[in-house]
Every structure is written in structure tokens, then in C-alpha cells.
């Protein structure tokens, strides 16, 4: 690629990726392990040789996958927008994908600007797995009634206390209430999609609320019990966190 000299001007680009997440870590750079944000560096570094301070949408966790994930960056660097994604999408794996790429105002902030997130989580729903699928959405052999546990999952809606939903380690700290716009799960066929929107998630908030439905399902918590759950404010109450594999980051609302 031929080399562009910095002219001066400090962008702030936004950058709209989607990825596989099967084969990483989650998105943050970690020791030992490979990350989304490490892939999308070593990229960005090969084209304009810096290495900005790369700010994720997210948080997301080792075989999460994104259909929407967004970073913001500040850079110096004159290439434009289009052929800086053209580049990327040269050098990152091909599991990663960059759609989008555009300069945005200077106070923009790809966590912090975000006025709301949307996760789905897939369940393949039969008795015989689905090959396709496999690392995609959760394998669930049993009956699914999706009617009854849309109707439950309405519980979640609203502003609430999620210390129940929550994995609580060192990265959850002060307030735990989020505000839940909506959850729906709908089925086409033998697939099972769970939908949810809010403000903001915590550390596997989306697994356990899904975890605690499939508990709902199995008979092991009664179909109204997730407004007393939410109340106990406590983590033991509620279902166990369903795997990593059906969840996706949907889209991201600015």
C-alpha cells in the first residue's frame, strides 16, 4: 500500500465491523489469548502505522458473535474512510468483516455515545442438532412453548435492579439498574429467537435472563417468578447462564 504522510488533522472515525466470534476471546485484547480488538489493531497498524486508542461498543465474551459491533478511534491519518475500510477488510481475518466506515463528531465516544444495545440469542429447537448451526445457537432438544415465555420475559422489561441477572466480578461496580425497552421470543420453524433492548447489559445479564427462561420452561420456576427474582437481588435465584454460542451483539443504537 502506498504511504500516506500524516497531515495534521485528527479525525474521529467510526468504524462498523461484524464477526464470527467462534475463535476469539471475546473482543478486549487479553494476555495469551487472540481477541477481536488484537485482529482489528494489527490490521489497522499495517495500513497507517499507528496505533490509536481503539474505543469497542462493548464488552463482548469468548465465542460471542456481533452482527453490528462498533469502535471509535482518533487518527491523524489522512487515508479516506472508504479506502481505510477496503484496507481492513484486506488484512483482517475472514471472520471479521468492517461495513462502514465514517468520520464522526470529535466528542464521539462508541461506548459512551450509545443510547442503547440489542442482543439476540438463537436456540435450535428439535430433536436432531443441526450441523449448520453448530457454535451458531444453543442445541435445545426439548419443547420450547414460545408464547408462554414471551409473555414471562415481559417481566424483564422496564427499569430494574439486574444484581439477579448479573455474573458479579471485578468489572461490575455501583449501579445495577438497566432499562429493559423490550423482549421477545419468536420462533420460525424449528428456530427459537430471543430479542432484547436496553440501555445497557451486565457482565452475562443476557445469558442468565435466557438461562432463567429455559428454567421456566423445564418446569423448575414458575411462570411469574422473574419479578420476585428481580427482587432478591441475588445471583442464586435466578437460572443458570445459557452458553456463549446462540448470543450476538444485533445492533447499536446512537
Excluded at 471479521?96 to 440469542?121: E, N, T
Amino acid at each position: 500500500m502506498q504511504h500516506i504522510v500524516s497531515d495534521g488533522c485528527l479525525r474521529n472515525l467510526l468504524l462498523t465491523i461484524s464477526y464470527d466470534g467462534s475463535c476469539f476471546h471475546g473482543w478486549q485484547i487479553q494476555k495469551n489469548a487472540v481477541t477481536v480488538q488484537q485482529v482489528f489493531q494489527e490490521a489497522l497498524y499495517k495500513i497507517i502505522s499507528q496505533t490509536p486508542d481503539i474505543k469497542g461498543c462493548s464488552r463482548t465474551d469468548s465465542g460471542v458473535h456481533a452482527n453490528m459491533y462498533c469502535i471509535s478511534l482518533k487518527t491523524d491519518h489522512p487515508i479516506p474512510e472508504q479506502r481505510l475500510m477496503a484496507a481492513l477488510n484486506r488484512y483482517l481475518p475472514k471472520s471479521v468483516a468492517v461495513l462502514d466506515c465514517r468520520r464522526v463528531p470529535d466528542d464521539f465516544h462508541a461506548r459512551y455515545s450509545c443510547k442503547s444495545k440489542q442482543y439476540i440469542y438463537k436456540i435450535w429447537n428439535d430433536q436432531v442438532r443441526n450441523p449448520f448451526l453448530e457454535g451458531y445457537a444453543l442445541h435445545y432438544r426439548y419443547d420450547i412453548d414460545e408464547k408462554m415465555l414471551n409473555k414471562a420475559a415481559q417481566a424483564y422489561t422496564g427499569s430494574h435492579d439486574f444484581t439477579s441477572f448479573c455474573t458479579i466480578d471485578k468489572r461490575e461496580k455501583g449501579d445495577f439498574t438497566r432499562n429493559v425497552k423490550f423482549f421477545s421470543v419468536q420462533r420460525q420453524d424449528k428456530l427459537v429467537t430471543m430479542t432484547v433492548e436496553a440501555d445497557g447489559f451486565l457482565y452475562n445479564m443476557v445469558r442468565i435472563m435466557v438461562g432463567t427462561l429455559l428454567k421456566i420452561q423445564q418446569g423448575k420456576l414458575r411462570a411469574d417468578s422473574i419479578p420476585y427474582i428481580l427482587e432478591k437481588k441475588d445471583r442464586s435465584f435466578a437460572g443458570p447462564t445459557a452458553p456463549a454460542a446462540g448470543l450476538y451483539l444485533n445492533k447499536v443504537n446512537y
